[in-house]
């Protein structure tokens, strides 16, 4: 089972404060520091959110810290167009000596693309965006040095594209897929993805029974794909610990699918979501302040587990 953080900056984050959280979990042995990829937070009056850009403080990371792998849980895929974000990881891929991991997802916060005057298309024509983004992300990824990609889709062409950069890790970076949709997200990640990510909550062994038969319809072996899932924490050494730390997220919705008390609570979720089929665990953390949480899990939780892969 591996472990690995990912920051949900409920209130924003400034990037000093991203840097201590993704090096608290480096020191505490997580496999990996991913961020979410967000440019307003739920409470979206709230004027104390700042956003921070994903790929900027991963760059900044990748030169600050030494071994936690990084990545972003997930790129909506109105952000950044495909060519733009092949190019940005692959140059982070380089910064951080070949720790990076690409998430993506189809986008949903209608709001924070209104408010920064980011198109936000109808569902389908998200799905439909986000399929050809992988297909031009990794085409340009695979295509061998010196040859030129070229891509003709609905929305993006490509017309002999050359001189890109190239990530360090070969064949490529690894791709995460995630979403709880029914069938274009495990589909999507069947075809593209070397991880599934089905999110949080119940249900969870049904969408991953459900994208191990898509695999198998399309011809790839289910095994090929890692499964992950998420899990809000709000560990405690003692149960008023855990209260305190769950006030800060008192009336989220988040709230109702976490894992709130002593190291055992989240242990015995943790064994939860392994047998619904998780291989990987997010621990979805959201006080950006809150540096000793990350190292309470690392020495109470983490251990029974095995080490960082």
Not at 42 to 70: I, K, M
Request: aromatic share 10%.
């Amino acid at each position: 089972m591996k472990l690995r953080v990912l920051l949900e900056a409920h209130h924003g984050a400034t990037y000093e404060q991203t840097l201590a959280l993704a090096r608290a979990t480096e020191e505490a042995g997580f496999d990996a520091f991913f961020r979410s990829d967000h440019y307003l937070g739920v409470e979206r009056d709230n004027p104390r959110f700042v956003p921070t850009d994903s790929w900027t403080t991963l760059a900044g990371l990748a030169r600050e810290t030494r071994r936690v792998r990084l990545g972003t849980l997930v790129t909506a895929t109105t952000f950044r167009l495909p060519g733009v974000l092949a190019i940005t990881t692959a140059t982070v891929d380089g910064m951080s000596g070949g720790r990076v991991e690409l998430g993506v997802g189809a986008a949903w916060y209608e709001q924070e693309h209104a408010f920064f005057g980011i198109p936000f298309p109808p569902i389908r024509e998200r799905f439909d965006r986000l399929e050809e983004q992988l297909e031009i992300v990794t085409g340009l990824w695979t295509t061998p040095a010196g040859e030129p990609f070229s891509f003709a889709g609905k929305h993006y062409r490509l017309q002999e594209a050359r001189n890109f950069p190239r990530p360090v890790q070969t064949p490529r970076p690894p791709i995460l897929v995630g979403g709880g949709g029914p069938r274009r997200t495990p589909t999507l990640a069947a075809r593209f993805a070397d991880e599934f990510n089905a999110g949080f909550g119940a249900g969870l062994a049904e969408r991953f029974a459900r994208f191990r038969r898509i695999c198998e319809e399309i011809g790839r072996d289910p095994d090929a794909v890692a499964l992950s899932a998420a899990l809000p924490v709000f560990c405690g050494a003692d149960e008023a610990e855990a209260a305190r730390r769950s006030a800060t997220m008192d009336g989220h919705v988040l709230q109702r699918a976490a894992a709130c008390g002593r190291p055992d609570t989240v242990v015995a979720r943790i064994e939860d979501l392994a047998e619904a089929g998780a291989q990987t665990v997010y621990f979805h953390i959201f006080d950006v302040t809150d540096v000793e949480h990350i190292r309470l899990l690392g020495a109470e939780v983490l251990p029974r587990f095995g080490p960082a892969a």
